[in-house]
C-alpha cells in the first residue's frame, strides 16, 4: 500500500502549486470513497462530507483530474476506469467502517472504526495508531487484533470484549473481520473528527509499514 498511499500524498502536494491546501491525505481518502459509492458527487457534497470549502474541493478535483483518476461533468465528478482500479486497491485491504456507542474500548462520544486486512502483525503495542489519531484531534484511539475469534489488544491473548457481547456482536456483524485482521477505533466528541483521524491512523500505519 505503500505506492498507493504515496500516490495520495502526491495528490496532496501537487508540484507547482503555491496554494496552502486545506485538505490533507485522509481528505483525499474520503473523497475516493464518496465517489466509489455513488455515480456522481456534487462539489457541495464534497464541502459537506470533506469539512472543506469550495475552492478546496475545485483544487483536490484539479489533482485528482491531472491524474486522470476522475472526471467531470454537469451531474458531478466521477471515478474513471483508472480511478476505479486505484480505489479497489484501497479497499481491498480497508474493507469495512462502522461507528460504535461509548464503551470500555472507546469511551468517545464518537467512535469510528476501521478494518484493515491481515495487518495484526506489524502492529507493535497501538501507541503509534493512537498518536496518528491524536494528530488529527482525536481525544483517544484504540487497536485491536483479531485473533482465534476474539478481539485482542496487541501482544495479549484474552478477550477485549468478553464482557461487552454488545459491542463484540456490533463489530462482528458491521466489520466481518477474519484471523489476523486489525480494528482501530478514534474515540471524539466529534464525528467527523473521529472518522478523519482513524482515517489517518489507519493510512500512517500502511504507509510506514
Do not use: W
Not at 6 to 16: E, F, N, P, Q, Y
Amino acid at each position: 500500500m505503500k505506492n498507493e498511499i504515496k500516490k495520495l500524498l502526491d495528490i496532496v502536494t501537487r508540484k507547482g502549486s503555491s496554494k496552502v491546501l486545506s485538505f490533507s491525505i485522509p481528505h483525499v481518502f474520503k473523497a475516493l470513497q464518496m465517489l466509489n459509492n455513488q455515480k456522481y458527487v456534487s462539489r457541495g457534497l464534497f464541502c459537506n462530507e470533506l469539512h472543506i470549502g469550495e475552492g478546496a474541493v475545485r483544487t483536490l478535483i484539479s489533482h485528482l483530474k491531472q491524474d486522470e483518476i476522475v472526471d467531470t461533468i454537469k451531474a458531478g465528478t466521477f471515478l474513471t476506469q483508472k480511478g476505479k482500479k486505484f480505489t479497489k486497491k484501497f479497499s481491498d485491504v480497508i474493507t469495512s467502517q462502522c461507528v460504535i456507542k461509548s464503551c470500555n474500548i472507546a469511551r468517545g462520544k464518537y467512535n469510528h472504526v476501521f478494518l484493515v486486512k491481515n495487518y495484526s502483525k506489524i502492529i507493535c503495542n497501538g501507541m503509534d495508531q493512537r498518536d496518528y489519531a491524536i494528530m488529527y484531534g482525536a481525544k483517544s484511539a484504540t487497536t485491536l487484533s483479531f485473533e482465534n475469534n476474539k478481539f485482542v489488544f496487541p501482544n495479549e491473548t484474552n478477550d477485549a470484549l468478553k464482557d461487552d457481547v454488545m459491542t463484540k456482536n456490533i463489530l462482528l456483524e458491521k466489520l466481518k473481520p477474519k484471523e489476523r485482521d486489525i480494528v482501530i477505533i478514534a474515540s471524539s466528541d466529534d464525528p467527523f473528527v473521529s472518522e478523519i483521524s482513524a482515517m489517518n491512523s489507519v493510512l500512517t500505519t500502511l504507509a510506514t509499514n
